[in-house]
């Protein structure tokens, strides 16, 4: 199992590496009518490591309660195939019988259900997602939690004051949305909303990097059906971004553009900028107020040779300009592969 979470304050400590399952089962499977079955349940020991204490007496503390996880998954295709509807149910409890431990949730809880339609030989697509959690325990872990660097409630400039040293629950929602068009050639673009509120916690038994966001994004690119003169293949792209948190407060917004041509003598050539207006970042100063970070732009060239042949050349040339210079770098590489057999690479 898991690495114990506690690890005494000792000089000597004889600490175990892992916990010991004493138990688990998994079913997994498919039905003939395209139901998707995913079943795990297992449960962990209560371990505890040895320590040499101030009057040089081996002593044992608890550094991992007993713990029951189980993750449960359904999945539904329908409309042969191009119709899915699943969810998902997790859960993590915890028996906590020592006080030291109680820096842990004793409860976690997670949900969610997802949903994807395709049409027209899949060359539409919709798809949605929610997600929910509960957790509850000592105010001694509901506080890490809120100060944590997922969250960081904290802050002194937010807007919404969510910290509450009293709380033993907490709770969140988390949810994303997409539509795309699906082609080999031609035009084909894809936009999605996401959002992870700032209660949200799914680490218990998944993993969460950060909450409190909703990010908005938008892509189209081109790509030629078939090769046109010298060119075997063009493809365009573009694409914007912008991101908030639940306050209300403007993250970010970027742009990017970028092209590739294939040549009919299989050489490929492309370029392509990113740019990144300032930030406001809420989480740079780990609980201090919003960080600005300047805005940036980002350049970039190369090319590279047929990979059919025995030699082959890539180059690539990047610059990074921005306010202040915070960032500035000019980056280029050149690298060169020769195969004089198939067995053999320089």
Known sequence: G???????????????????ILGAAKITGKTRKGLSIGILESVTNKENAEFVNDAGQIEKIAVEPMTNYFAGRLEQEMNKGNTIIGGMFTS???FVKDEHL??????????????EHNWNNRKYTLSAKLVGSRVNGDSTAMMNLQTSNRRLFQRPDVKVNRLDSTRTSLS????????????????????????????LELNDIGFLR???????????????????????????????????????????????????????????FYLGTNYHTATNSDSHLRGGPVYILPQNLNLW??????????????????????????????????????????????
């Open 92 to 94: 993590t409890n915890r």
């Open 210 to 268: 950060k909450t409190d966001n909703i990010n908005q994004v938008f892509w189209i690119g081109y790509s030629t059906p078939q090769p046109k003169g010298i060119f075997r293949r063009i493809n365009l792209n573009f694409s914007e971004w912008m991101g908030w948190n639940f306050d209300g407060l403007f993250n970010s917004m970027g742009m990017n553009a970028s092209t590739f041509f294939q040549f009919s003598n299989f050489w490929q």
């Open 102 to 115: 109680n820096e842990l949730p004793a409860n976690a809880y997670s949900g969610g259900v997802n949903f």
């Open 2 to 20: 898991r690495q114990p979470y506690y690890y005494p304050d000792y000089d000597y400590v004889k600490q175990p590496q892992n916990t010991q």
């Open 301 to 346: 060239i190369g090319f590279e040779s047929n990979d059919r042949k025995k030699l082959r050349f890539e180059w690539d040339l990047s610059r990074q300009i921005s306010e202040y210079n915070y960032l500035n770098d000019i980056w280029t590489s050149l690298e060169i592969k020769y195969k004089p057999i198939d067995r053999l690479k320089l």
């Open 172 to 199: 969140g929602h988390g949810g994303f949305m997409s539509f795309s068009k699906n082609k080999n050639s031609g035009w084909r673009y894809m936009g999605w909303l996401s959002w992870l509120s700032p209660g």
